[in-house]
């Protein structure tokens, strides 16, 4: 299986604040790399796929690149509405694997 | 709009089964047989880990599984109903978690789980 390690686990930011969240596959994976964002209570939504590519509907301060293995979301002014979980996922090959989550809290 | 509906869930008693439905509306029987349908599951409290798939009409449906559920869970679909089931098996304790539904999205090569069920919590207790 594909091993994904995020980083950091948590993430203290206030509102404005440029937030980058990294992921990196323990073997080459190409772009096939997709970011998360899941709420408590609810199910995860897509934001990013491919690992660049905006999921229609996302506000455009996300956005995602890549650098080899490494994987990288960034959140260009943080908003009230971004306080949540997120998760990186590769798409390469089944069993398609998830990093372990970043909790990004309010500071 | 695309809806995913989980119904199914429960508590069971370890070695005992259960089976979870998917319903999915807003879209084409086309629609429904081109996708690949995905189940993935959260433990309470844990992160995300895919459960297995079944694949789309051109590739007859096929299905496959994560390592800790094959042999044991099941997944099948009815286009007809466009509906999808998970048929879990010899339930372990570690299965405890909520189960999503997941529609696999496709953009050229690639893959990502575009909508996704409330979930439906299997307990194993």
């Known amino acids: 299986d594909i091993q994904m390690t995020q980083s950091p686990s948590s993430l203290s930011a206030s509102v404005g604040d440029r937030v980058t969240i990294t992921c990196r596959a323990g073997?080459?994976?190409?772009?096939?790399l997709n970011w998360y964002q899941q709420k408590p209570g609810k199910p995860p939504k897509v934001l990013i796929y491919?690992?660049?590519r905006l999921q229609s509907g996302v506000p455009s301060r996300f956005s995602g690149s890549a650098s080899g293995t490494d994987f990288t979301l960034t959140i260009s002014s943080l908003q009230p509405e971004d306080y949540a979980t997120y998760y990186c996922?590769?798409?390469?090959?089944?069993?398609?694997?998830f990093g372990q989550g970043t909790k990004l809290e309010m500071k | 709009e695309v809806q995913v509906v989980e119904s199914g869930g429960g508590l069971v008693q370890p070695g005992g089964s259960l089976r979870l439905s998917c319903a999915v509306s807003?879209?084409?029987?086309?629609?429904?047989?081109?996708?690949?349908m995905d189940w993935v599951r959260q433990a309470p409290g844990r992160g995300l880990e895919w459960v297995g798939r079944?694949?789309?009409?051109?590739?007859?449906?096929?299905?496959e599984y994560a390592a800790s559920v094959e042999g044991r869970f099941t997944i099948s679909r009815d286009a007809s109903n466009y509906s999808l089931y998970l048929q879990m098996n010899s339930l372990k304790t570690e299965d405890t978690a909520i189960y999503y539904c997941?529609?696999?999205?496709?953009?050229?090569?690639?893959?990502?789980?575009?909508?996704w069920g409330q979930g439906s919590l299997v307990t194993v207790s």
């Open positions: 997941a529609r696999v999205g496709m953009s050229k090569a690639y893959y990502s789980f575009d909508y």
């Open positions: 807003g879209v084409s029987r086309f629609d429904f047989s081109n996708h690949y």
């Open positions: 079944t694949k789309n009409e051109a590739n007859h449906y096929g299905s």
């Open positions: 073997q080459s994976i190409s772009t096939y």
């Open positions: 491919a690992a660049s």
């Open positions: 996922q590769q798409s390469y090959r089944t069993p398609y694997t």
